[in-house]
């Protein structure tokens, strides 16, 4: 059960995300161990610009269950 938990979270983290940063929304992909730098995948001037992007680059995966 812990692999499949700690697998789960790993696809969670795998997903980009939006980060608000100095006027700027920012699409993001977290790091996926302590020692390594979120990665910016682009940057926006406006939320809903970024999430076109999103939509267009990174579509929902379909759910499992």
Not at 17 to 38: F, I, K, N, S, Y
């Amino acid at each position: 059960m812990a692999e499949a938990k700690q697998a789960e979270w790993l696809r969670f983290r795998e997903q980009p995300r939006t980060c608000l940063d100095e006027g700027q929304v920012m699409v993001v992909r977290q790091p996926q161990r302590p020692d390594e730098e979120m990665l910016e995948l682009a940057s926006f001037a406006t939320a809903e610009a970024a999430t076109e992007y999103l939509r267009a680059n990174f579509p929902e995966p379909s759910s499992s269950r």
